[in-house]
């Protein structure tokens, strides 16, 4: 029995909630597309990096873990990008992709990693954020080995069996926050199996 609020089960789903769509009614309109799509190219496959719809309605890349946004992007009225490092609280204007990935050195790997006050709350209350916080996985095949990864983790988990790469991928969690590696179990772990894993899957005896 779901002992939760019943509201809390809703998904909110956009009809066109794709890429193209959503830098287009969040993102300035049309004219900009060229320039969200740019950016996409660049931060889509990075660890960390994620996408939201922010404040009243604004698009805009993101990275951080557990919803921090440690660095911010987004595409400017003049198709330039603005970039902002809420750490030191410091911004610059980027005229192309080239320049944000300039910009981005020396950052990104420190804002791959929780913050100070981050790590400070998580380790609070016996840990109770961690445990409460649904950890999303992707899980893929290759080479006779699963791999779990994590979106923030530039490193992913093997195991020869799902449950391995799985709890593999609860153990760097643990690591990333400075945790007890016993506390590994008690983590809220929801995976997705790619088409590499699913074929895998269905064809073990």
Same mark, same amino acid.
């Given at each position: 029995m779901n002992d939760g609020p019943a509201y809390l089960s809703v998904k909110v789903n956009f009809d066109n909630s794709d890429y193209d769509n959503v830098c287009d009614t969040f993102g300035g309109g049309f004219e900009r597309l060229p320039a969200w799509r740019a950016l996409? %190219?660049?931060l889509a496959h990075r660890p960390g990096w994620h996408f939201d719809v922010v404040n009243r309605g604004e698009a805009l890349w993101c990275l951080g873990v557990l919803g921090e946004c440690r660095l911010a992007i $987004?595409?400017?009225e003049d198709l330039r990008f603005h970039?902002?490092? $809420? %750490?030191?609280d410091s911004d610059t204007i980027a005229a192309n992709a080239t320049e944000v990935e300039f910009w981005l050195q020396?950052?990104?790997e420190t804002a791959q990693r929780p913050s100070d006050t981050l790590l400070d709350m998580a380790s609070s209350n016996s840990w109770d954020l961690l445990k409460r916080y649904t950890f999303r996985l992707r899980v893929s095949w290759s080479d006779g080995y699963y791999a779990a990864s994590v979106a923030a983790l530039a490193e992913a988990s093997f195991g020869r069996t799902i449950p391995e790469a799985v709890n593999g991928s609860a153990e760097m969690i643990c690591h990333l926050f400075k945790a007890p590696a016993e506390l590994a179990p008690d983590l809220t772990l929801a995976a997705e199996l790619d088409e590499t894993a699913v074929r895998r899957m269905r064809t073990e005896s």
């Open positions: 996409g %190219d660049l $987004h595409v400017k970039c902002y490092d $809420h %750490d030191k020396g950052r990104e």
